[in-house]
């Protein structure tokens, strides 16, 4: 899945709580044209497999994407 962190009605990091209750070995790629880097640690050590900065062309998109897919799953963390 890709997630964005700016959403008009959940906030991205709680949008990824829901996912990884929902399912834990879902693999989420995070997306966004602004946020903190604390903010983006954050969710890579929560679970999420990579982070793509917006604007990004397809080339990179394939790329973390494929990335991604490759990535072991992470543990379920009793955070997320």
Sequence with gaps: MILDLVMP???????????RRINPAARVLVASGYTSEGE???LVARGAVAFIQ???D?????RRVSEAL??????ASPKS
């Design 9 to 19: 009605e959940m906030h991205g990091a709680e949008a990824f709580g829901w996912l």
């Design 40 to 42: 983006v640690q954050s």
């Design 54 to 56: 917006k604007p990004f």
């Design 58 to 62: 397809r080339a990179l998109l394939l």
């Design 70 to 75: 490759a990535a072991p799953l992470a543990p």
